[in-house]
T-cell receptor, first 118, second 114 residues
């Protein structure tokens, strides 16, 4: 149990386009999901906390108008990178808190989405 | 921010050697959780262990073992008889609860050489 999926796994886009990344909890419900970003050879840095049915909470320095987060259901959160630029190229990983599936109160991570902006 | 420090950036060992990955954390809280994740080259984060602050028992799972010492704020991870498949980046992380985000260390890149 406690599987989190992300789609797409890899995306290459032109500068100026928008990219949507989906994060799904497959076998459990998640009221809270987190979005992290990882640049090459660096650690994961939290971008935002996504709460079902309410606005996301963004970390300092993360532009909420650029990184749109929607958590419309208990199993799906989406991150849209609007007007992507090369500096947005990164590995984006979501996590979801498991209430019951797997080990309770543990966050399980999706497989990540590698975004390359040309 | 309360940091998680993984002082070892990269470690190389020969297969079958034991290796310990260090993790030191800062916290002003009495209740918190500590984690270890493995990130192989594919990028996916693999959950290894979660430990809450009230449980200082060491844990062993196969070739993996963890030593939690609150007195030194450390949560070290040992791989016994390392294998090439253990090669990955290992992250130590801390959270206040399941509802709060993880604060990650910078990771330790482990290379196990055949």
């Amino acid at each position: 149990g406690a599987v989190v999926s992300q789609h797409p796994s890899r995306v290459i886009c032109k500068s100026g386009t928008s990219v949507k990344i989906e994060c799904r909890s497959l076998d459990f419900q998640a009221t809270t999901m987190f979005w992290y970003r990882q640049f090459p050879k660096q650690s994961l840095m939290l971008m935002a906390t996504s709460n079902e049915g309410s606005k996301a909470t963004y970390e300092q320095g993360v532009e909420k108008d650029k990184f749109l987060i929607n958590h419309a259901s208990l199993t799906l959160s989406t991150l849209t990178v609007t007007s992507a630029h090369p500096e947005d190229s990164s590995f984006y990983i979501c996590s979801a808190r498991s209430l019951a599936g797997g080990e309770a109160d543990t966050q399980y991570f999706g497989p990540g989405t590698r975004l390359t902006v040309l | 921010a309360q940091k998680v420090t993984q002082a070892q950036t990269e470690i190389s060992v020969v297969e079958k050697e034991d290796v310990t990955l260090d993790c030191v954390y800062e916290t002003r809280d009495t209740t918190y959780y500590l984690f270890w994740y493995k990130q192989p080259p594919s990028g996916e984060l693999v959950f290894l262990i979660r430990r809450n602050s009230f449980d200082e028992q060491n844990e062993i799972s196969g070739r993996y073992s963890w030593n939690f010492q609150k007195s030194t704020s450390s949560f070290n991870f040992t791989i016994t008889a390392s294998q090439v498949v253990d090669s990955a980046v290992y992250f130590c992380a801390r959270a206040l609860s399941g509802n709060t985000p993880l604060v990650f260390g910078k990771g330790t890149r482990l290379s196990v050489i055949a």
